[in-house]
């Protein structure tokens, strides 16, 4: 007769099967809630811009053989991320960023009707950059030293800059549009002024009270605007 002895093994009770069941189940589906929670924010987050108040001006008076042509306009990021405004196009033709003159600084941009105003041409000199006076809301003259002393975010002006006086001598601020190098970054709200100079050739008296498509873009979001070309 076998005097081996069979051995006790203790088993996990059925209780604590039951407890760890549910406790791997409700752990399991709160990460699941979690990540749903987490895909359906990010997916309620999306990149828009809005623009407003396009304009497009030929002036019918040539310096040369040149005729000079800008354009303007108001963005604003009505979306939830950040935006960053790379492309103004006319006629497929890009314009080059150091032919952007920006304001977004948010206190000047949103100074009265800054925002929404009707943006002025004035003139130009020989080399198509615009001139003026604070009378006929053009440039203020050294341009660089004003936005330098008195833009409101005290940021050191590079390469050139254009002040516009939307209201002549009303409560607007003056905007300080200053040459750029690089995509504009917008906040969420946040919006922007910008003149541009056209590339040479791209619209020409001809055009004058023509409609011509202006297509502003951040990235993939945006979209093509019909404009009439103005002669001033």
């Avoid at 906040?187 to 922007?192: H, V, Y």
């Avoid at 056209?198 to 619209?203: F, M, S």
């Amino acid at each position: 007769m076998s005097n081996i002895r069979p051995k006790n093994r203790k088993a996990i009770s059925v209780v604590m099967t039951t407890l760890i069941i549910l406790v791997a189940s409700v752990v399991l589906g709160t990460g699941v809630v979690l990540f749903g929670t987490s895909l359906f924010q990010t997916a309620g987050q999306t990149q828009s811009i809005q623009s407003q108040g396009i304009k497009l001006w030929v002036n019918s008076t040539a310096q040369g053989t040149t005729y000079w042509s800008w354009g303007a306009a108001s963005i604003r990021n009505s979306g939830d991320v950040l935006a960053s405004v790379n492309t103004i196009q006319i006629r497929g033709v890009s314009v080059p960023f150091t032919s952007w003159y920006v304001d977004s600084n948010q206190t000047e941009v949103g100074s009265g009707s800054n925002f929404q105003a009707n943006y002025n041409y004035t003139k130009n000199d020989q080399l198509g950059n615009l001139i003026g006076s604070t009378a006929n809301g053009g440039v203020v003259s050294p341009a660089i030293s004003y936005c330098t002393q008195f833009a409101r975010n005290n940021s050191p002006v590079t390469g050139s800059a254009i002040v516009m006086d939307t209201d002549g001598a009303g409560a607007n601020a003056p905007l300080c549009l200053k040459q750029i190098s690089a995509p504009v970054t917008l906040n969420p709200g946040a919006k922007m002024i910008v003149f541009f100079k056209l590339p040479i050739g791209i619209v020409t008296p001809v055009d004058a009270g023509s409609a011509v498509t202006v297509n502003i873009f951040a990235g993939n979001v945006g979209g093509p605007a019909t404009v009439t070309v103005g002669n001033p």
